[in-house]
């Protein structure tokens, strides 16, 4: 089945402690980003990538890290979490440029204390 | 901000009624989409239309473009129970895309 899996799908952390929520797509697909969703904003975008090797920022891309080191996965790396950091996390995939439609995953909540 | 407005925030309506939600940007559009997000879940993409479209149908959905008061409407007929979801646009401009605050539409059997 096509799909975009994130882990894990609840975290509960304390401030400053290091986390990695993980983000893998099995359609081949060039293009992946992150967004946060909070109360009356939408969705965010905070990283993108076009392909392995190649990120780029966001609109809100502080306090946060991404790698593409392989084309299936793009982790999302908070180094030093803090309690603004608090919210509903997806990521996203679509081919590559030209295409619109973006395949979301299921979302991943997120609680610093 | 480059992020869209979205009205109403939340509508209430009876099975079988139409909705309408309305979605505005600050900056220029061309091309439009619209995804619906079941309770917290996962975004699915609707509906795209384009910045050359005026009006765009699939199925049940509506959607019309004016690219001149940058604003989108998406239009749901004959709504269900199941069409209860919040419903988002978004704009693709380059490689980022900037979506709207949501439309929480709750249908009541």
């Known amino acids: 089945e096509a799909q975009v899996t994130q882990n894990p799908r609840y975290l509960i952390t304390v401030t400053g402690k290091k986390l990695t929520v993980t983000c893998s797509q099995n359609?081949?697909?060039?293009?992946m980003s992150w967004y946060r969703q909070d109360p009356g904003l939408g969705l965010r975008q905070i990283y993108y990538?076009?392909?392995?090797?190649?990120?780029d920022k966001g609109d809100v891309p502080e306090g946060y890290k991404v790698s593409r080191k392989e084309k299936r996965n793009f982790p999302l790396i908070l180094e030093s979490p803090s309690p603004n950091q608090t919210s509903l996390y997806f990521c996203?995939?679509?081919?590559?440029?030209?295409?619109?439609?973006?395949?979301f995953g299921p979302g991943t909540r997120l609680l610093v204390l | 901000s480059q992020q869209g407005e979205e009205d109403p925030q939340a509508l209430s309506i009876q099975e079988g009624e139409n909705a309408t939600m309305n979605c505005s940007y600050k900056?220029?559009?061309?091309?439009l989409q619209w995804y619906r997000q079941n309770s917290g879940r996962g975004l699915v993409h609707l509906i795209l239309?384009?910045?050359?479209?005026r009006e765009k149908h699939s199925g049940r959905l509506r959607v019309t473009l004016d690219t001149s008061k940058k604003s989108s409407s998406l239009l749901i007929t004959a709504s269900r129970a199941a069409d209860t979801a919040s419903y988002f646009c978004?704009?693709?401009?380059?490689?980022?895309?900037?979506f709207g605050t949501g439309t929480s539409l709750t249908v009541i059997p």
């Open positions: 996203a995939s679509k081919t590559g440029t030209g295409a619109w439609t973006q395949y």
């Open positions: 359609m081949n697909h060039e293009y």
């Open positions: 990538s076009m392909n392995v090797e190649v990120t």
């Open positions: 900056t220029s559009i061309n091309n």
């Open positions: 239309i384009r910045s050359n479209e």
């Open positions: 978004a704009r693709p401009t380059g490689n980022q895309f900037y």
